[in-house]
């Protein structure tokens, strides 16, 4: 796959995430926020239910929730994460989800994939 036919296939994935995520009554914030400062990560979709934050990490491939975020990536939405979470207000819940996203088939929503 090309560079380019790659980021238009996660944006498009993270189109139909952000979709997905409004459908089941999510607020979206923000969508492609990076985080300030050496070292913080992308945040793909940042979205709020109530006092939830979610921090969305959208996928366009088929594997196993563990396999598709290293522990370093992980970190690094981390501290992108929680430079939001103070922005936004500390009476909200954060918390880190993965939206596996395939062509022909409905998003997976992974609620609370890992935790820091």
Do not use: C
């Not at 709020?48 to 491939?61: D, I, M, P, S, T």
């Amino acid at each position: 796959m090309t560079r380019r036919r790659a980021y238009r296939y996660g944006r498009w994935a993270e189109r139909v995430a952000a979709g997905w995520l409004r459908a089941k009554g999510y607020r979206i914030l923000e969508r492609n926020l990076r985080g300030s400062g050496g070292g913080a990560g992308e945040i793909d979709i940042l979205a709020r239910r109530g006092n939830v934050l979610a921090v969305v990490e959208v996928k366009a491939r088929a594997a196993a929730a563990d396999e598709v975020l290293t522990g370093r990536q992980r970190r690094r939405l981390e501290r992108a994460a929680l430079a939001q979470a103070a922005r936004l207000g500390p009476d909200l819940r954060l918390r880190f989800d993965l939206m596996l996203v395939l062509p022909w088939r409905w998003p997976r929503h992974i609620m609370d994939a890992w935790r820091p």
